[in-house]
């Protein structure tokens, strides 16, 4: 108080009770606050500033005082503030006095969204769901890949539209690190080559953990393997020395051992072409990874090896070819007495190994098409286990030295004369090198500077200054760390493979030199179990091994989440205009088998033709879970949303499974379920990934990885607590067990027009959903409605509510499809926009009298429909939210605000409405995300306005009870039809 008095601030003492409250979640950063709900006598201060008031602060607790202080008396002087005062005689009593704190009302949220009671009914019925899918023999199991976003630098291109960024990788290590402990510390981590899309100019990476399912260990000292998160300095010399040693403990010798170079000619010209006053060691080209790449390959120079490389395959792959590719000393050995490897020389035109120009590990830029020329008939071919091959158990590795030296053989392994083909030359190669861990990182965008003094600019700067302190604490910096990198050729069988591996463990530990394993990963394979972590556009995305059981299924789901809040990775995330959504990369479920065999899928494939069907005909199905983005090009379309005679096509493929299931019965070829689908599900532009049905890895011909029995249901968006994902995936258990029981088999319903109508607008899809939950109690599952209102109240956020004689009306943020635009030129091509700046609203009231009252929007009546309990209406209002660059209609303004007024129709005046923003109401534009939930919870209340309605005398439309109704979309009320053109500049 004295402190603010001395400034010139009026202060005054405030005594009261504190209230505080045990928080939803522990914070990662600082004090988390009380462990219990408590109340307490308290006392604070508050300074008076003006325009704003009296303002509360709370030194002891180091806050402002907020809605847990109540004030009891304000004083000048905390003398003053006593409740008592005076003297009293002893008196033989006892004083005491006892405050307590109850919940009345727990209203569903997403940082709490059960209480105990409801959460152990849902462990209940999921065990019971459990001991049905066990009784039935159902052999289910279930994955999921839920993405994640990074809490420290919300607004960083990485955590919104870039699949690689400079913190990316490291976020995902330190989140493969926890899922090794607890799953796999004794299986290893490989770096692989992960999706490559049109665009990108590197492919993205794939961090992978793999380990043995009868528990035996893969790579016993995880010392060994070296973590890009730690300095490390390893020499360039030890990357040769490394594989020297490495081919003597394979047993193929170090003769055909070979050094890799950049190739000089390509970087002198690049060299040549730069302009006279660039240096290329700091050179300014626009582009970044060209600027990065040009200053790497001058710093290492051009005559320093970039790396060293084995020729090397094994023998069981050899000896399948053409009998030549064998020495002839091995060709009489029985199989069992060969050894496992083998090696060759490589010849080139010019002496020397150069690489294909690149920023790829060495092992990706190997001149393949300079080697001999081979024959096609005796070119080497990659063979995939069939998925349904039965696998012996998994022998183990023996490591010690070998006793016979297999290298090149002289009289075998010559150059092979011209027009000769030489199948003996190996075409794989393993290779070793030692680089900096920053290579792999995508360079860092120079931040433009930010002019301006206003409120806009400060925030702006205030973001790019977290994303400078994310940079500085996260990001690999260049030069600092020098790792060793073991690339892996790629082999057809996991003995194979892991026989490889463990040789790799055992050089590190010879020369105790701790390496990072990357290249082709090991074949696919039920006797390993993998999981992933992998970037995608915005997040980080967590692809969890399939478990059986359903409390392996909590567990996991529940660790996987608790390991990524460690990490500083988050569930959810915000729009600017503090909408809370999911992170936008999805939480895919994956239901399959242990493998293909086991599959309930392919075992009764009714199973899956009634699950396609029982989503087409309850449509909150699709759209409760999902994201954003929806409709046709979303990317999980609907069957009814691809194509306009998808439906019908889809059931007579429904007719064939059921059809072919009566004819062959158990022995129904896996594969004509994938052709009967296959053409089916996808999405307009005949995507088969890019459907809400992905089959992709049910029993697809075109590989091994596509034969896995596993289906995909893509039209989940990511929740932002585990539990509320735990749930989602009950319903999906129990609807399996349900189908496996009884398939489904009733009339596949035409929605039409309805589909994007009715089912857009949350008190719809909440009367379907209620028919699903009716159904599953039927079957025996006592599903309780209340367990998703959580799932309601992120998907369908309410707007706010106003209470006008005796009825009471609801705004909530509804569903809208976006249309994608037409092609428009870019910088680098042609893209493909989406409209966002359509937006839908629902308006839903209570104790309305449909003969007196209508309810407009802007002056448009809203067409209400009935809801089936007296005096409950709903109906969508659509409207242009923003006007960007580019849209539908872009000569019709923006209809914000929205102003809604609840017309007295026999008075012809407004008797109470209320106003809704779509953006800040004072005019602001918000430039930076919200930080956390409060302030997102705060933009969105400053939208809603409980009062404003329109005053006077007013239009009078037809009471709700005789308005008409549009055809197609008689639910919505559109703002665009009729709307007035707004003024074109120029």
Known sequence: MQLLRNVGLAARFVSGYLI??????????????????????????????????????DPTSGLLAGEGHIPLACTPQPSAAAPIEGVVEAAEVRFGHDMRVTRLLESPRVTLPYGDAQWHAILRLGDQVDAELQAGDVRLTMGGEPTFVGLDDRDGAEWNTAALG????????????????????????????????????????????????????????????????????AKPEDAERFLQALARRLGVGTQTIRAGYE?????????????????????????????????????????????WLLPLRATSEAAGTAPQVLPPRLRALPAAERPRWLSGKWWFRDDRLYLVPGDSPMGWRLPLNSLPWVADKDHPQLHETDPFAENKPLPSVDTSLPTINMGADDAHDRLPLRHESGPWVPRTALCVQVRDPARGQMPETDLPEIVGDDEEAEARRAAQLRHRAAL?????????????????????????????????EATAAELNLPVVMEGYPPPRDARLSMLQVTPDPGVIEANIQPVRTWRDLVANTEFVYHAAFESRLSAEKFMTDGRHTGTGGGNHFVLGGATPADSPLLRRPELLASLLLYWHNHPSLSYLFSGMFIGPTSQAPRVDEARNDQLYELEIA?????????????????????????????????????????????????????????????????????????????????????????PYTRPAIRWGTRLHDRFMLPAFVRADFEDVMED????????????????FEFRFPIVGEVDVLGMRLTLRNALEPWHVMGEENTGGGTARYVDSSLERLEVRVTGFDPSRYAITCNGQPVPLQPLGVEGEFAAGVRFKAWNPWSSLHPAIAPHAPLVFDVIDTWSGRAV??????????????????????????????ARFFASGHTPGPLPVPPATLHLPGSREFPCTLDLRRGAALRPLDG
């Open 912 to 941: 109470g409405g209320c106003r809704y923003h779509v953006a800040h109401p004072g005019g602001r534009n918000y430039s930076t995300f919200p930080i956390n939930a409060m302030e997102a919870e705060s933009r969105r209340l």
């Open 472 to 504: 500085a604490r996260y990001a690999t910096k260049p030069g600092e760390s020098s790792v060793l990198y073991v690339f892996m050729p790629p082999l057809d069988r996991l003995e194979d493979y892991l026989a490889l591996v463990a040789a790799v």
């Open 263 to 307: 190739d000089p000619w390509i970087y002198i010209q690049a060299e040549r072409r730069l302009p006279v006053n660039v240096d290329p060691f700091d050179s300014q080209l626009a582009d970044e990874q060209a600027r990065a790449r040009l200053r790497q390959v001058f710093t290492q120079g051009l005559t320093q090896p970039v790396g």
């Open 654 to 742: 429904l007719q064939q499974i059921h059809a072919a299931r009566a004819l062959h019965g158990d022995a129904m070829p896996p594969w004509l379920v994938d052709r009967t689908l296959r053409n089916i599900l996808i999405d307009v532009t005949g995507n088969t990934h890019r459907s809400e049905f992905c089959i992709d890895k049910l029993y697809s011909p075109d590989s091994a990885n596509g034969r896995l029995g596993l289906l995909e249901l893509r039209a989940f968006e990511m929740p932002p607590h585990a539990r509320m994902s735990i749930v989602q995936q009950l319903l999906l258990r129990a609807l399996v067990a349900r189908f496996w029981r009884q």
């Open 20 to 57: 505080q409250l045990k928080a939803d979640q522990k914070a990662l950063d600082g004090p988390s606050g009380t462990e219990v709900d408590f109340t307490d006598l308290h006392a604070w201060c508050e300074v008076y500033l003006p325009g704003a008031g009296w303002i509360g602060l």
């Open 776 to 791: 599953l109690r039927q079957a025996g599952h006592a599903f309780d409605g209340t367990w998703f209102a959580p799932h």
């Open 166 to 233: 400079p913190t990316k990788r490291r976020f995902a290590l330190d989140l493969l690190q926890r899922l090794q402990d607890r799953y796999a510390p004794r299986g290893f981590v490989h770096l692989g080559q992960g999706k490559w899309y049109p665009g990108e100019q590197l492919p993205r990476w794939a961090l992978s953990l793999f380990w043995r399912t009868d528990g035996q260990p893969v790579w016993h000292n995880p010392a060994l393997l070296a973590d890009e998160r730690q300095p490390h300095h």
